[in-house]
């Protein structure tokens, strides 16, 4: 999955990712799928052995939790699946775009911040 010179980036469906930003979410899904359902899992557990679940806020909470939880692993599945990674060496530095290295100086303050331009799913 690279992006290739002169491919359109508006595309809707892609989710473009630079390297770094795949990693994460690939470690976040993992983090998810193999840590926080167990977790979820046992509370709701526990909950349940509280007995009646029509009262039960502790079990209501955990299901709701669980809930939310499927729903950022599925989401997080989605952008995988339709990533497109931004190759360094696919970049140009005469257009600003996804995957760029910008370089900012304040003249005010004469300070330097460099900005990596990411793509939605990566931005914060």
């Known amino acids: 999955m690279e992006l290739r010179k002169g491919e359109n980036y508006m595309t809707e469906k892609h989710v473009f990712l630079t390297a770094e930003g795949l990693?994460?979410?690939?470690?976040?899904?993992?983090?998810?799928k193999s840590v926080r359902r167990k977790?979820?899992?046992?509370?709701i557990k526990v909950a349940l052995s509280f007995g009646d679940i029509s009262e039960n806020s502790e079990y209501d909470q955990a299901k709701n939790e669980q809930a939310q939880l499927e729903e950022r692993i599925a989401k997080l599945e989605m952008m995988l699946r339709n990533a497109k990674l931004i190759?360094?060496?696919?970049?140009?530095?005469d257009v600003v775009s996804i995957g760029s290295k910008v370089l900012v100086k304040d003249l005010e303050y004469d300070e330097e911040m460099e900005y990596l331009i990411v793509g939605s799913a990566e931005a914060d």
């Open 23 to 32: 990693e994460k979410i690939e470690a976040e899904l993992d983090e998810l």
């Open 39 to 43: 977790e979820i899992a046992e509370r």
């Open 87 to 93: 190759e360094e060496d696919s970049i140009t530095t």
